[in-house]
Nanobody, 123 residues
């Protein structure tokens, strides 16, 4: 199993920034990719960004491209999202998840999930 713990959420004004962190532990050798997703009540969980664990290649949803940057510290088993120019529409619970395959946007391809961290963007 892989255990994932997110942190870094909070309340920020529109236009502000946050850095979200996800720490992986357990069978981290099985990780091939990490994804960040977000969810608001009543809506499906949606893909935000992802990173290939070995190569560091990154992927983004169109809604966050140019504003969010995903990165990872391979040695520390940590993955980050630097979220800039936050908008009210970015308000959601953010989750990290791991995959033993490549980065994809479908939640079904991810094996383990963190508990989530709340991001609230106020106007």
């Amino acid at each position: 199993q892989v255990q994932l713990v997110e942190s870094g959420g909070g309340v920020v004004q529109a236009g502000g920034s946050l850095m979200l962190t996800c720490v992986a532990s357990g069978r981290t050798g099985s990780i091939s990719a990490m994804g960040w997703f977000r969810q608001v009540p009543g809506k499906e969980r949606e893909f935000v960004a992802g990173i290939s664990w070995s190569s560091g290649r990154t992927y983004y949803a169109d809604s966050v491209k140019g504003r969010f940057t995903v990165s990872r510290d391979y040695a520390k088993n940590m993955v980050y999202v630097q979220a800039n120019s936050l908008q009210r529409e970015d308000t959601a619970v953010y989750y990290c998840a791991d995959s033993n395959s490549r980065v994809v946007s479908s939640t079904t391809r991810y094996d383990y999930w963190g508990q989530g961290t709340q991001v609230t963007v106020s106007s």
